[in-house]
């Protein structure tokens, strides 16, 4: 799941939900200003504290496997 994948998911859940960024982050145990900053795709942010979000969903983020040869193609 990409950046942008991951923001806009957690974006439509909360919104599916109702909830407002606030909401979502006193339910989810994290600073309001980390889900502004995962809605918006911040490339960096900590894994713990986003799973805690995603568990609200029933979710957690993972190792998938990545496809090296198109990663190393990418590179040339």
Request: avoid cysteine; proline fraction near 1%.
């Amino acid at each position: 799941m990409s950046e942008s994948t991951l923001s806009q998911f957690i974006r439509e859940k909360r919104k599916l939900l109702g909830l407002t960024q606030e909401e979502l982050s006193f339910k989810a145990g994290v600073g309001l200003r980390f889900v502004r900053e995962l809605e918006t795709g911040k490339p960096t942010l900590r894994m713990d504290k986003v799973n805690q979000v995603l568990q609200l969903f029933g979710y957690e983020l993972g190792a998938t496997e990545i496809n090296r040869k198109k990663l190393v193609d990418e590179e040339s």
